[in-house]
């Protein structure tokens, strides 16, 4: 079935830029919408970014609106997560996951539409 491998954590401070990579070894990747969450201590996952299948339509949570862009590179089976002005609130560990669908035109933000996902990778942002 393939994995995805996410990298790119680490500690930051408020203010600075961080950029998560995600590499899928998945079949056809370039015909899934793929997407970023986020857990933290004692919280549940939540809803970080999403995008379509052929990189046509984003979508963002509320609370990084503005700050982080998702992007994907399918000649690369890549998923990027851009972040900037990184807040602590955005301390957590980071995932990435394939949705169950093929070409599905818009891009997903509930958990349940995902099949697929990483092992995380960890982003602490210090005050």
């Known amino acids: 079935q393939g994995q995805l491998v996410e990298s790119g954590g680490g500690l930051v401070q408020a203010g600075d830029s961080l950029r998560l990579s995600c590499t899928a070894s998945i079949q056809r990747f370039n015909t899934y919408a793929v997407g970023w969450f986020r857990q933290s201590p004692g919280q549940e996952r939540e809803f970080v970014a999403s995008?379509?299948?052929?990189?046509?339509?984003?979508h963002y949570a509320d609370s990084v609106k503005g700050r982080f862009t998702i992007s994907r590179d399918n000649a690369n089976r890549t998923l990027f997560l851009q972040m900037d002005r990184v807040e602590p609130e955005d301390t957590a560990i980071y995932y990435c996951a394939r949705t169950r669908f093929q070409f599905r035109p818009t891009p997903p933000e509930r958990a349940d539409d995902f099949a697929y996902w990483g092992q995380g990778t960890q982003v602490t942002v210090s005050s």
């Open positions: 995008i379509t299948w052929n990189g046509g339509n984003t």
